[in-house]
């Protein structure tokens, strides 16, 4: 994707934020509206390397799903970025906290296999 693609994806962060901010926590919606500003954020931290950026993510990961209740067909995908998010800022800073958080995820039953093995390569 060009600089000017990711310019265009990032401004419409504060947007979503805006959104996200509108909505109660404990509706349905807002475990999506957090799961992708975690994309958004994680995907930004990638291209920029801005801290604050992963920090924010895994917070909104984490969010999206304690949002989504075990059984959700959404959670898996929830869980996946939460994991992914973990993982960059493991790498990043070397966080056992973080390693021990994706750990703990590796064997959740409402995990699909092929994610359980994801969250355990971490």
Do not use: K, Y
């Not at 060009?2 to 934020?17: C, H």
């Not at 995908?77 to 906290?97: C, D, I, K, Q, Y």
């Not at 958080?101 to 994801?118: K, Q, T």
């Amino acid at each position: 994707m060009g600089e000017q693609a990711w310019m265009a994806v990032f401004a419409l962060l504060p947007m979503a934020q805006d959104a996200r901010a509108m909505v109660p926590a404990d509706l349905p919606m807002f475990a999506g509206l957090s799961s992708n500003m975690a994309t958004v954020l994680l995907a930004r931290f990638e291209h920029t390397g801005r801290l604050t950026d992963l920090d924010d993510a895994v917070t909104a990961a984490r969010h999206a799903v304690q949002g989504t209740p075990p059984g959700h067909p959404d959670r898996p995908l929830h869980l996946s970025n939460l994991a992914a998010a973990l993982r960059f800022r493991f790498v990043r800073f070397g966080a056992t906290e973080d390693l021990s958080e994706a750990h703990d995820r590796r064997g959740n039953p409402s995990l699909p296999a092929r994610l359980r093995i994801r969250v355990a390569c971490l």
